[in-house]
């Protein structure tokens, strides 16, 4: 069983910084990970993803520059540094992974866990 664990989510003032972390057991990286978030009244939205190997990576046009997606392999964690924060980057936060890297480009994960919330203010 696929088990994600998100956390580091919190709430900072525009600008400011975050880093997401996700503990992953019972999946392993042969496949691809990234993060997608939701915010209340809006349609869930892929954010990153990291595939190949960690090797290739994509991200949304909305966090190009200023979102860098990581894992590490030995440790089983994956990261989401996120800088220059906009109020518009406010949503729930979740880790997912998929086995088929390619739906992962699609930011189209088969499993995901509990969320973190970030919260951005101007």
């Known amino acids: 069983e696929v088990e994600l664990v998100a956390s580091g989510g919190g709430s900072v003032q525009a600008g400011g910084s975050l880093r997401l972390s996700c503990t992953a057991s019972g999946y392993t990286y042969n496949g691809c990970m990234g993060w997608f978030r939701q915010a209340p009244g809006k349609e869930r939205e892929g954010v990153a993803a990291?595939?190949?190997?960690?090797?290739?990576?994509r991200y949304a046009d909305s966090v190009k520059g200023r979102f860098t997606i990581s894992q590490d392999n030995a440790n089983d964690t994956l990261y989401l540094q996120m800088n220059s924060l906009k109020p518009e980057d406010t949503a729930m936060y979740y880790c997912?992974?998929?086995?088929?890297?390619?739906?992962?480009?699609?930011?189209?994960?088969?499993?995901w866990g509990q969320g973190t919330q970030v919260t951005v203010s101007s």
């Open positions: 990291v595939y190949n190997g960690g090797r290739s990576t």
């Open positions: 997912a992974a998929d086995t088929r890297w390619f739906r992962c480009v699609a930011f189209a994960f088969s499993y």
